[in-house]
């Protein structure tokens, strides 16, 4: 008996000791643990921690003002694409396409607008960005540009001769908004309403805001850019317009862009201005009929409408490019083609592109455009837009879509 009591008293003295020596080493860990930061980097966890102290989230990474259309991270966010191929000058005369606002989204459709040009033959969609009284949001652009499917398509951008005084933009160079009232020409004050003007060459604020826009562009790959009624823009001063088009494409040379440089320029006809740009465009002019007039201006305007088809400039101009103009009056080219016939239309079509690809100009097919809401023709998504789409009731898709592959 008194065996086994020595025997248990040693076997309790050897289990306490165990037990100490674990509780030990269990107190030793956690004390080193308590000690250690509450968490730890994960591979889902930014790497770069802002000066505060702040880990920013992913979300608070790519956040994009759309009013400011400001995104000081769009290098982290936007992958670098390859230059885009080279314009194609005869493919741009022959399946150029008025797209206008495709990539601005100024179809209230625009999904549908999208699918149009996607089944279409174009090439070179003319305005396709489009500025009129709006910056550009290039967040949005960036948006539809990847829903286009159809390869190697040639972007415009119009660069419109109306402002909103109202509008707010951010100046990315100087950290501010820019003060789009400083961009306006003398006596131009509400010329398209209230709070719009037209800009001038001469602010050094407009220049600012050309140079960001037109950069961007670049950078997405747009090609083409057009101003709109540029002697509006220029003032009496065309020294501006040479320094502006240079910068242009001094730009887009450094990122290896191959770009073509357009206007509006109406009746102008100083050979050395015309020769400054890849190309000029303007409107057709029209009748009930579908026919068109020969001389240098549309006799039915009071001031001279240039048709620059005349000899007066495209004897001139390196290229010209001709289409259905449109303003939302009854009186123009595309309210004239609405109201016509199916069967009109078609003619009409194949007349205008045969008669001026002939000639080696280029003439660009409807693809959108605005209308007289009460025009009473055939209309797109809404009275006052134009649209060829099957799914709208003027249904000239097919027809435009055959001239431009034949």
Same mark, same amino acid.
């Given at each position: 008996?008194?065996?086994?009591?020595?025997?248990?008293?040693?076997?309790?003295?050897?289990?306490?000791?165990?037990?100490?020596?674990?509780?030990?080493?269990?107190?030793?860990?956690?004390?080193?643990?308590?000690?250690?930061?509450?968490?730890?980097?994960?591979?889902?966890?930014?790497?770069?921690?802002s000066v505060e102290g702040n880990i920013p989230t992913t979300t608070e990474q790519n956040i994009v003002d759309p009013q400011n259309n400001k995104n000081d991270n769009a290098s982290l966010t936007e992958p670098v694409k390859p230059p885009p191929?080279?314009?194609?000058?005869?493919?741009?005369?022959?399946?150029?396409?008025?797209?206008?606002?495709?990539?601005?989204e100024y179809n209230p459709e625009n999904?549908?607008?999208?699918?149009?040009?996607?089944?279409?033959?174009?090439?070179?969609?003319?305005?396709?960005?489009?500025?009129?009284?709006?910056?550009?949001n290039f967040d949005k652009i960036q948006v539809v540009m990847n829903q286009i499917s159809k390869p190697d398509i040639v972007y415009g951008m119009f660069i419109a001769e109306a402002l909103d005084t109202k509008a707010n933009y951010y100046n990315e160079?100087?950290?501010?908004?820019?003060?789009f009232s400083k961009m306006c020409r003398k006596g131009s004050d509400n010329i398209w309403g209230e709070h719009t003007c037209q800009p001038a060459f001469s602010s050094p604020e407009y220049r600012d805001y050309l140079k960001q826009i037109t950069r961007r562009a670049i950078d997405l790959g747009v090609q083409s850019f057009t101003f709109g009624q540029i002697y509006w823009q220029e003032g009496s001063n065309k020294d501006y317009a040479y320094g502006i088009v240079q910068d242009l494409r001094s730009y887009a040379n450094q990122k290896g862009v191959d770009?073509?440089?357009?206007? %509006?320029?109406? #009746?102008? *006809?100083?050979?050395?201005?015309?020769?400054? !740009?890849?190309?000029?465009?303007? @409107?057709?002019?029209?009748?009930?009929?579908?026919?068109?007039e020969r001389g240098a201006c549309l006799s039915r305007k009071q001031s001279c409408w240039a048709l620059l088809w005349n000899k007066t400039y495209a004897s001139k101009a390196k290229n010209i490019f001709l289409h259905l103009d449109w303003t939302g009056i009854i009186a123009d080219d595309l309210d004239v083609f609405a109201r016509m016939s199916? %069967?009109?239309? #078609?003619? *009409?079509?194949?007349?205008?592109?045969?008669? !001026?690809?002939?000639?080696?100009? @280029?003439?660009?097919?409807?693809?959108?455009?605005?209308?007289?809401?009460?025009?009473?023709g055939c209309y797109g998504p809404k009275k006052k837009f134009y649209s060829p789409d099957n799914n709208y009731s003027c249904r000239d898709e097919d027809v435009i879509n055959r001239i431009l592959a034949d």
């Open positions: 008996m008194k065996k086994r009591l020595v025997i248990f008293s040693l076997v309790f003295i050897f289990l306490l000791i165990i037990l100490s020596a674990i509780g030990y080493f269990w107190f030793q860990s956690k004390k080193k643990i308590d000690q250690l930061p509450s968490s730890f980097p994960t591979e889902n966890t930014p790497a770069e921690i191929p080279p314009v194609s000058m005869d493919r741009a005369k022959t399946q150029g396409c008025v797209a206008d606002g495709l990539l601005t999904f549908r607008f999208v699918d149009l040009i996607n089944r279409s033959k174009c090439y070179y969609l003319h305005r396709a960005i489009e500025t009129w009284l709006k910056p550009p160079e100087k950290k501010r908004n820019f003060d770009i073509i440089v357009g206007a %509006q320029t109406g #009746a102008i *006809t100083d050979t050395k201005y015309l020769q400054l !740009f890849d190309y000029i465009e303007g @409107g057709v002019g029209i009748d009930a009929n579908g026919n068109i199916p %069967q009109k239309r #078609a003619l *009409t079509l194949q007349n205008l592109y045969t008669f !001026f690809t002939n000639q080696k100009m @280029g003439f660009l097919m409807p693809f959108f455009g605005v209308l007289d809401k009460n025009n009473g």
